[in-house]
């Protein structure tokens, strides 16, 4: 990750950190409550919550996803293409899954660097070739490099409690609770807002996500045209209608969102197939790669 997108990130995280303080001093001031105590208390169970859902949750998304674990004997062409990234890398190589799903897609998950599992479809393996198959896992390794699995676990604990709070004003708007100054109309403001601002800002955490691991799974291969060749096939095979029977929960887990939508960027789990490519052509340019 460049220093640009490590700059990124941290703008990300401290836009949301400085929203729930916000929201934590509205709602506090909105029901007549010292405001560090009933932020204590949200984060608390929201860490509890989130931190339940990182160390189990892996084998939860693993299970919901119908994935098959397999050892390196039973697919030892694509295993050894795992290897061989993950070794660039300087990751331990993941465990390997498959779904038998016509639709191309991946995912990767796990707790960290030493615990963790590159999943692929059947439709991927179908369509892809060695080149554009590297580039895929590299995207994935990407994922593992970066220990996406924690940065999206410490985005999720901060919007939960955002989320908790604004559920306490809004049942204590509802029964009449709180103040009587004209903290009201600020309070139903928060309510209607809050929780959209705070996912808005959690999406754009999960697309900073893709970029990144784009990048780092481009320069992993050496060659971003790969990756680029790869997304293409993908989107073209989505926006076909190729099925993959999973939880929507799990949409932003996999390289491109397995379930098309119109609402835009601004509430999309991913970047547009568009922007990763144009971002992809940007980097072979500066990696002195001759693009089409």
Request: aromatic content about 10%.
């Amino acid at each position: 990750m460049g220093f640009s997108s490590q700059i990124r990130y941290v703008l990300l995280f401290t836009v949301l950190t400085l929203f729930l303080l916000a929201v934590g001093y509205i709602v506090s001031y909105a029901l007549g409550v010292p405001p560090i105590g009933i932020l204590f208390f949200m984060l608390g169970i929201s860490l509890v919550m989130n931190l339940v859902s990182y160390y189990w949750g892996p084998q939860m998304l693993l299970r919901i996803s119908h994935v098959k674990l397999v050892e390196p004997t039973e697919y030892p062409a694509l295993y050894s293409l795992l290897e061989e990234v993950s070794q660039q890398a300087g990751v331990p190589t993941p465990r390997l899954g498959i779904v038998n799903q016509p639709q191309p897609n991946a995912f990767a998950t796990g707790r960290g660097k030493k615990n963790s599992y590159v999943v692929v479809t059947s439709g991927l393996l179908r369509i892809m070739d060695r080149d554009e198959l590297r580039a895929v896992l590299g995207h994935e390794v990407g994922h593992i490099v970066h220990q996406d699995m924690a940065l999206s676990t410490a985005a999720a604990t901060v919007a939960t409690a955002i989320t908790y709070m604004v559920d306490i004003l809004f049942f204590s708007l509802l029964f009449g609770g709180g103040r009587r100054d004209g903290a009201g109309g600020l309070g139903l403001f928060t309510v209607l807002l809050a929780p959209i601002a705070a996912s808005m800002v959690q999406l754009a955490i999960s697309r900073s996500r893709e970029f990144y691991a784009d990048e780092e799974g481009a320069k992993l291969t050496g060659r971003p045209d790969w990756l680029i060749s790869a997304l293409r096939k993908i989107d073209e095979y989505i926006r076909r209608g190729a099925p993959l029977n999973v939880s929507p929960t799990t949409s932003s887990m996999w390289i491109a969102n397995p379930f098309r939508g119109g609402l835009g960027d601004l509430f999309s789990t991913h970047p547009s197939t568009e922007k990763r490519i144009r971002r992809l052509q940007e980097l072979a340019r500066r990696m002195n790669l001759l693009m089409a």
